[in-house]
């Protein structure tokens, strides 16, 4: 391990003298270091990566911050580098990988994730967005939502439906949508906060070239299951030093304004801050986990872990703001450029933990997983197996 | 692997009163079981199955031998438990709080009657803290079992009262004769011991060591919530005793065995946990009502899958704790510790209490071992310091003052 670091760490000091961050342009900057395997590590060569673990990433990046190199703005590109490059990687085909995974990791085109209907949230098996084929391309009708970047977005990671005569799990297909076309449009989807993180994506007649299909005809299910694996890990199991989350702001108050304390109210930060410390521990138990290539179960705990959490106590925060906890910062219509849980004002944070458990799967969800898939307790008995033309909708 | 040492910590973060709480921990603690560690739990768990089946774990509470001194002396002496803190120049094993956690865990599962926690890990880290090796080479081997007589609720701190009173040597003494008289209630792990380390409150505080099978001392057992630990009484009368440490080493020895003991019982609490969620689990799985396995119904699943959550949690908050232990005593052990027994001990009550309630009927039969979970649960709750107790200490270690006094 420590002689692949010192490899890493030689190679970037070469790439750095190759390649000058304070002269070299930002976009050939980055691409350079895509094709020198410096992007990440744990990819496999030629696609920006040397197939090393990937618990060495964080020595390249360290390197190339402290050289103040310019970064391809992952918080730009969540749902890409997140869970569109481990799906490409994982079913692409190898024309796709070598033609999608670098744009994506430079930032050049951000993705976005087509997955939830009106009528399909939990039970997402159950999407009715149809994709019909002719020949070498498809034709897509349907409508998505809660589409985080899908304004912003160059491609979107799209589940449909390709055979309504087979129970639903098996007739879904997985594309990659060209969103910058006609039978593409994206509106603002406005939320409690008063923002709009998401949109709805409104999909009529759009066209998608078969070489644009992600694994085989009927196979969307497996490769949708991927995505949302990698999505509950960035959701919750992203690496955060003491304090780093919602407690943040909660106990910095809490020291600020000693005018607040309450015996009860101290009971509660005491309780916050223990179980936001051992969340903060247990993440790091689980990234060694995977470091350690034992990647276990936990990764849904930690993300209903995390929701409940930023719930209660942002809650707290809000108490704890007495009458300035009736305030809120500004209710205007916007548009952020990526989800903010930690940030604005109590209130907001209040308001924007309560889709903590709700997005990326609902707890009642995961719960569901935890206890069939890691319990091995007895499915729900099913009334929905049927093919899915017949089902009640 | 490195002895254990008392005192230092290397590269402790600065992280005291008065210091903000977000000061990072200044190393990486290792989260995972190590191969020597997962091999000595298959050792500890084969030799509980075999040796400590819950039957035969309820029968024992109803005899007159609550502690099973063949396993504790196959446990300490066979697989070299007892020994595992000591280190390898005074015949110990030279681990560490890491696997000393591990066998609590296995421990805890089984509820077995031994007293490795009040001997192995608590009257151990004393006698390490005071630099003695006397008594430590006779632990190690198991030949001798000792205890730390502090009441089992006592919670980590330096100078814990006590009304032993203490005769210095008299002219015609032995040089390190000082004579016990007192009464001190509430013991755990102290039913089987050879030899009482009793801290005595006066002037300096100290720490003598006494023989049970001296004149003058006495032992009655205590009718226990927790039976498979079976608390006592310890009547010293003019007990002969040797001083093994006084002053501020005394003190910081029972601070350290005291944070040792928490830290422990809190993997103690995670084994709990886990065995009452994995019964519970394949009980759900068989049980029938209404014609299918009462584990499809989702009122259960979701209540065992945020128990599971509970455990992942606990596991966590637990081996950060044995890892900073086996670093050594400073101010993010104390955390750690402190954490750990916070979580451990809500996790550990949840579970059995899920175990009783998801058992039905069966549960809350004598003749079922939930109750021995719940017992020991709840007692290992409030033992070396409650949950509440170890979170209000926080306040301090992570600079969340409370309330002005008045």
């Known amino acids: 391990m420590l002689d692949e670091a010192d490899t890493l760490r030689s190679q970037v000091a070469a790439f750095l003298a190759a390649h000058d961050p304070a002269t070299t342009e930002r976009l050939e900057f980055l691409r350079a270091r895509f094709d020198a395997g410096l992007a990440w590590v744990h990819y496999p060569a030629g696609l920006g990566g040397q197939g090393l673990p990937r618990s060495l990433q964080p020595v390249v990046d360290r390197e190339f911050a402290a050289a103040e190199a310019p970064t391809n703005h992952p918080e730009r590109n969540g749902i890409g580098l997140g869970m569109a490059a481990p799906t490409i990687l994982a079913h692409g085909t190898p024309e796709q990988k070598e033609r999608w995974l670098r744009p994506l990791w430079t930032g050049e085109e951000i993705w976005c994730q087509l997955f939830s209907e009106p009528g399909a949230g939990s039970d997402l098996a159950g999407l009715a967005t149809r994709a019909v084929r002719d020949g070498d391309t498809w034709t897509a009708n349907g409508q998505k939502v809660w589409t985080s970047s899908a304004h912003m977005a160059r491609r979107g990671l799209l589940v449909a439906r390709t055979d309504p005569d087979v129970p639903k799990h098996q007739g879904l297909t997985y594309f990659a949508l060209d969103m910058k076309q006609p039978g593409v449009e994206v509106r603002p989807l406005r939320q409690i906060t008063g923002e709009a993180e998401f949109n709805e994506v409104f999909i009529t007649d759009a066209k998608i070239a078969d070489a644009d299909r992600i694994g085989e005809v009927g196979q969307g299910w497996t490769v949708s299951m991927s995505t949302l694996m990698n999505e509950r890990v960035s959701i919750g199991g992203g690496a955060m030093p003491r304090e780093g989350g919602m407690i943040a702001s909660a106990a910095r108050t809490w020291r600020e304004h000693p005018e607040v304390r309450t015996p009860g109210l101290h009971d509660r930060i005491l309780r916050l801050w223990a179980d936001a410390e051992v969340a903060r521990i247990a993440g790091s138990r689980l990234r060694q986990q995977l470091a350690a290539g034992e990647p276990g179960p936990e990764g849904s705990a930690a993300k209903l872990v995390f929701a409940r959490l930023n719930q209660e106590i942002s809650e707290f925060e809000v108490e704890l703001a007495g009458g300035d906890g009736l305030l809120y910062d500004d209710w205007t219509m916007r548009r952020p450029q990526g989800a903010n849980f930690f940030g604005r004002n109590p209130g907001f944070r209040f308001l924007r933990a309560k889709g903590n458990s709700i997005e990326g799967g609902t707890s009642e969800i995961l719960r569901n997983v935890v206890a069939e898939r890691v319990l091995g307790l007895p499915k729900e008995a099913r009334v929905d197996t049927g093919p899915w033309k017949d089902l009640p909708r | ?406």
């Open chain 2, 1 to 406: 692997m490195s002895e254990t040492t008392v005192g230092t910590q290397a590269g402790s973060a600065p992280l005291g009163p008065g210091v903000s709480g977000q000061a990072q921990p200044a190393r990486t603690a290792n989260l995972l079981y190590t191969e020597t560690e997962t091999e000595l739990r298959a050792a500890v768990r084969g030799l509980l199955a075999d040796k400590a089946p819950w039957r035969d774990v309820l029968a024992r509470t109803e005899t007159g031998q609550t502690y099973d001194g063949g396993l504790w002396h196959t446990l300490a002496a066979e697989v070299g438990c007892a020994g595992l803190l000591i280190p390898e120049t005074l015949g110990g094993a030279g681990a560490s709080y890491r696997e000393a956690a591990v066998v609590a865990e296995e421990l805890g599962r089984a509820v077995a009657q031994v007293p490795f926690l009040g001997s192995a890990v608590i009257a151990t880290t004393a006698l390490l803290a005071a630099g003695d090796t006397e008594l430590l080479p006779q632990l190690a081997s198991g030949a001798l079992t000792a205890s730390l007589t502090l009441p089992f609720a006592v919670g980590p701190r330096t100078r814990p009262e006590t009304s032993v009173r203490l005769d210095a040597p008299q002219r015609g003494d032995g040089p390190g004769d000082y004579r016990l008289t007192g009464t001190i209630t509430g013991l755990a792990d102290a039913l089987p011991a050879d030899v009482l380390l009793v801290p005595v409150d006066s002037v300096p505080y100290g720490i003598y060591a006494a023989r049970v099978s001296d004149p003058g001392v006495g032992k009655r057992p205590l009718v226990s919530l927790d039976m498979t630990r079976q608390l006592c009484e310890v009547r010293l009368e003019q007990v002969a005793a040797r001083r093994i440490a006084a002053g501020p080493t005394a003190e910081q020895a029972i601070a350290a065995a005291l944070l040792a003991g928490a830290g422990v019982v809190a993997s103690e609490q995670l084994g709990v946990a886990e065995q009452c969620l994995d019964t519970t689990v394949a009980y759900v799985k068989e049980r029938r009502q209404f014609a299918r396995p009462v584990g499809g119904f989702q009122a259960i699943k979701h209540r065992l899958a945020d128990l599971w959550v509970s455990v992942t949690q606990a596991r966590a908050a637990a081996r950060y704790a044995a890892d900073w232990l086996a670093a050594g005593f400073g101010p993010e052990t104390t955390l750690a510790v402190a954490l750990a027994k916070a979580v451990c001990s809500d996790t550990a009550l949840k579970a059995a209490q899920e175990m009783i309630q998801l058992h039905g009927g069966i549960g809350f039969t004598w003749e079922h071992p939930a109750h021995l979970y719940l017992k020991r649960a709840k007692a290992d709750s409030i033992a070396l310091g409650t949950a509440d107790a170890h979170r209000a200490s926080l306040d301090v270690l992570a600079n969340l003052p409370g309330p002005a006094a008045g």
